[in-house]
């Protein structure tokens, strides 16, 4: 299979690129408890993957007397955002296949469903020279689990999304990608992948080959 069969590769970018999930759920945490009320271990699974949309609709709800999902976000995005910027670490593989895709010429797209700011400072810490675009929160009508922001990465590199392979590593993320057309790729979730899905454990079991056969058995 030629490399122009695989259009693209897009990358989520919290858990996928970076370890970013534990820093996430301690913002979550911190807004909470700010608020006047503490999230449990269950909150800790139902916020894995959100976006700060829906992961604010969630706080917002456990809390008596919450000023409301708009102020809820803003407060989750300030918080996430300060512990971003006291840097990141790249999970096991991604920096290779970034570069393995850059030396094939394949297009690497980030789409995340964290907020402009926090997507800019991870950037400074992968590369961003190392992708050809990225998609926020915001950047398109709606957030994941819809399709939009996958059909918004394939749409601005000019490529068939079936023609793309999404790399997620939450269920979330997963419905976004299948429901654009990607082939999706799960990383880390093992035994609880959706049915059909592959699932590798790391990004260091992934390599070029592997990407072009999830085209080709998606097609």
Known sequence: MSSEALGAVL??????????????????????????SALGPGDRQALFGLPVEDAACHVSGRIPGSPGPAAV???????FT??????????????????ALRAAGIPAGLVSASPRPVVDLVLETVGGD?????????DSERNKPAPDPYLAAARRLGVDPASCVAIEDSPTGIASAAG????????GLGGTAPEGVVAVSSLENVDLAL???LVTRAT
């Open 73 to 79: 976000a803003a407060l989750l995005t300030t918080a």
């Open 82 to 99: 300060a512990k971003i910027e006291n840097g990141v670490t790249t999970l096991p593989g991604a920096v290779a296949l970034l570069e």
């Open 130 to 138: 190392r992708f050809r675009l990225s998609v926020a929160a915001g």
């Open 180 to 187: 654009a057309g990607c082939a999706v790729l799960a990383v």
């Open 11 to 36: 990358f989520d970018m919290d858990g996928t690129l970076v370890d970013t999930e534990d820093l996430w759920w301690e913002a979550c945490a911190e807004v909470a408890v700010g608020l006047g």
């Open 211 to 213: 990407l072009r056969l």
